[in-house]
Nanobody, 119 residues
């Protein structure tokens, strides 16, 4: 089984930066794409940034997605944090598992990590 988990959330001051990590566990899992989403309090989940499995770094405004090969993780760095960045941040990984020669699609979400930005 493949499981995805986020880490790195917390309470930070506006103007600062924060790095979240998304790691996947499970053998023979090749990631096609990783996306980060967030859900502000009382609002729907929204897409933040993403990167294909072959990528190294992807920048979308204040959000940078990067790969840490050594830790088998995909990170999300948020710069110039604002109070409106507050919310639960989720990682979604999609890819394939090679099970005895058969490619099985995988689509997993993490449990989310809370980010709170104080003004």
């Amino acid at each position: 089984q493949v499981q995805v988990a986020e880490s790195g959330g917390g309470l930070v001051q506006a103007g600062g930066s924060l790095r979240l990590s998304c790691t996947a566990s499970g053998s023979s899992f090749s990631v096609d794409h990783t996306d980060w989403y967030r859900q502000p309090p009382g609002k729907q989940r929204e897409w933040v940034a993403g990167m294909p499995g072959s990528g190294v770094t992807s920048v979308t405004g204040r959000f940078t997605v990067s790969r840490d090969k050594a830790k088998n993780a995909v990170n999300l760095e948020i710069d110039s944090l604002k109070p409106e960045d507050t919310g639960v941040y989720y990682c979604n990984m999609r890819g394939w598992r090679n099970i005895r020669g058969s490619l099985i699609p995988v689509d997993r979400w993490g449990q989310g990590t809370q980010v709170t930005v104080s003004s």
